[in-house]
Nanobody, 123 residues
Framework: VQLQASGGGLVQAGDSLRLTCAAS?????????MGWFREAPGKEREFVAS????????SYADSVKGRFTISRDNSKNTIYLPMNALNPEDTAVYYC????????????????WGQGTQVTVSS
């Protein structure tokens, strides 16, 4: 499985960004759950959001609820993460991930990872 993340950038507090993650060289089961994690400087990587294949099961970290919205287009093997009302605490490298199981229950070494995309929010 290859995951290609894009869409990061430098924005000001209150601005919006949309992250995209496209998958290739995959099997169906590997992409059953897809989502995002982030890693801020000096902090552990944390879960952000995930979505199941059919889109009917979505999870968010409390810190992003109401501001981030995850979606997926299975015809394009792509997930999206529009992020609104960004604040400096959202500054991190954002990583796309995929698994047959719920992302939050899988050991990091067992997830498929994309390369990170940097999101920097200035105050």
């Amino acid at each position: 499985v290859q995951l290609q993340a894009s869409g990061g950038g430098l924005v000001q507090a209150g601005d919006s960004l949309r992250l995209t993650c496209a998958a290739s060289a995959f099997t169906f089961s590997a992409l059953y759950y897809m989502g995002w994690f982030r890693e801020a400087p000096g902090k552990e990587r944390e879960f952000v959001a995930s979505i199941i294949w059919g889109g009917d099961t979505i999870s968010y970290a409390d810190s992003v609820k109401g501001r981030f919205t995850i979606s997926r287009d299975n015809s394009k093997n792509t997930i999206y993460l529009p992020m609104n009302a960004l604040n400096p605490e959202d500054t991190a490298v954002y990583y796309c991930a995929a698994s047959h199981n719920r992302l939050q229950t899988v050991a990091p070494r067992d997830l498929y990872w994309g390369q990170g995309t940097q999101v920097t929010v200035s105050s």
